[in-house]
């Protein structure tokens, strides 16, 4: 099968839906002939024009309010936000307005938007371009929220993403724009709330989003020499989240990390821990673990930064003392 | 006078007439503790709502503020379901989720009302966007209050509707208070001049005056739909209750003779009423046998909404998402 790059399969999601379906349209600071900063969606405004790829003012609670509008009356907009840490300026067109509609209007009024942007630290961008703000949009009923962990899954979540009929926040890991995977030529598109399991194993479930899947893949690798199997575990969806699949996989191995890069407190990773601990206990030998980003603003420093994500070493090291039984006597 | 012109005249007259009926009886279900939360009357606006509406065709979109009953009435809607939607009840315009701050009637073109001051500016200017797109003729109306044109928001999207020629009208409700303070104590220079910054032409018109309204608006409308858009109209008003319906106690922000002087003097139903009469269009006769009609239309729906039956608790996490 071809290889092509995470960029690319973006692309490819963005103008095949725009062939298909005339509605569809983008809007964002710099998405037409710069093809945004990443260069995500290049040649875009070569094949669709300026009426449909379209550069706005730097106004995000402007440009985001603009698409809510726009997907309430008959076409669906997909807003490029430039960068994940700008979530913060759009929220309440985001989770007052786009994410509340439909509820409030007993079902009268739909959204169907997609708003990517991205997440990711180790970049060097400190800390107003380098946060993985997830978990903010996840915890507000009403959105569906994407993490794409390859090419594969950005282009089959991408798709649809634009299909649905709410307002969708994809999150991509700018670090992984270059990445490379295995993407078919004919269409697919990957429903949401289907987690993926990436590696079977036995002993340990690695639960890992985004950039973290290629992380627990490592640690799965460290982890097999040792004789300890990991099963690694990619939800793609984080709303809606597939729950079955990860309580099925913690029966069977009994332990679990959870594996993310937004800040650790009151993140997805507690999240996704309790629903395991509630719905699972029986089966567990060890307390589920957490590993999520350090709680601290992103560093500027590579020193500093390095050390505030979860890395294979680190998940490898808290998976043995949790298949060692260690952490069950520290509790 | 012609017949159209008669028709138009008597039907702006009936539908103020409504709103002002509507709102009190709403402000009774609020006083007699049958109506659970708060809500912001309307009252003594009503030439602003209704002088816009019935410019527009239902396929013409407003969006509406916290203080949108006259908005939703003006653009179609049925006391019924609204003063179902008042109570919570299933039968409602949003089956009793949304309540007084959130109704929408998207079947007249109504995106809805919103809790967040300023917060459907985006909504609005999108909604003409993709009328832009969709070369479907469409105008966009954003209703919102003079308290709103201290928001952010507002500056972005004119910004852009001004920028792509988009087919909106920005109508500031201009009632002289911003919630519990005199807006000109908040406001810094010119609110016109804000929009004529952008390059957007700006109107100044009397909001107690449904015919000047109307007329500003039936012309702005027809440009709009020429790609002429977008617009602003500053149209000065007055509410006549306090911020919401729990407001009472209210000399502290505004005198009394303040409020006296605009209801006895300004009044936009008394006066176009008048109007009617002396220009023997309608008789006195004629006017009090409209409003009685209404006074009844507005009880009967009231009586119905109190027996209406609340949604069923099933509901409570249905439409979250849309299939």
Sequence with gaps: MREITLSKAVNEAIAEEMRRDPTVFLL???????????????????EFGTERVIDTPISEPGFVGLAVGAAMTGTRPIVDLMFGDFIFLVMDQLCNQAAKTHYMSGGKLNVPMVLRTNMGATRRSAAQHSQSLHALVAHIPGLKVAMPSSAYEAKGLMKTAIRDNNPVVIFEDKLMYQDKAPVPEEEYLIPFGVANIKREGTDITLIATSSMVQVAEKAAEILEKEGISAEVIDPRTIVPLDEETLLKSVRKTSRAIVIDEGH????????????????????????????????????????LEDVTVPTPEGVAANARKLCGGELIHAA | MSKTNTEDYLRMYTQMVRIRAFEDNANQLYLS????????????????????CEALTPEDKI???????????????????????????????CRGKGGSMHIADQGNGNLGANAIVGGSMGIATGAAMS????????????????????????????????????????????NGYSEYTKTEEIAAGSITARAEAFGIESFEVDGQD????????QKLVERCR????????????????????????????????????WKTTRDPITNFGKWLESEKIVTTDELVEINEKIRKEAEDAVAYALDAKYPDVSEVDMHVYAA
């Design chain 1, 28 to 46: 964002g600071e710099d998405v037409a002939e710069a093809g945004t900063p990443f260069k995500v969606l290049s040649g875009l405004v070569e």
């Design chain 1, 264 to 303: 650790q407190s009151y993140g997805i990773t507690g999240e996704i821990a309790s629903r395991l601990t509630e719905k699972a206990f029986y089966h567990l030998d060890a307390p589920v673990m957490r590993m999520g980003a350090m709680d601290v603003p992103v560093p500027f420093s590579p020193a």
């Design chain 2, 33 to 52: 503790a049958k109506m659970p939360g708060l809500t912001h009357m309307y009252s003594g606006q009503e030439a602003v709502a209704v002088g816009i």
């Design chain 2, 63 to 93: 969006t509406s503020t916290h203080r949108g009953h006259g908005h939703c009435v003006a653009k179609g809607a049925n006391f019924r379901e609204m003063f179902c939607e008042l109570l919570g009840k299933e039968e409602g315009y």
């Design chain 2, 131 to 174: 009328a832009k797109m969709q070369k479907n003729g469409r105008v966009a109306v954003c209703f919102f209050g003079d308290g709103a044109t201290a928001q952010g928001l507002w500056y972005e999207v004119m910004n852009m509707a001004a920028l792509w020629g988009l087919p909106v009208i920005y109508a500031c409700e201009n």
């Design chain 2, 210 to 217: 449904v015919l000047a309204v109307n007329q500003l608006t």
């Design chain 2, 226 to 261: 020429k790609g002429e858009g977008p617009f602003f109209m500053n149209l000065k008003t007055y509410r006549y209750h306090g911020h919401h319906v729990g407001d009472i106690n209210r000399d502290y922000y505004r005198a009394k003779d303040e409020e006296a002087e």
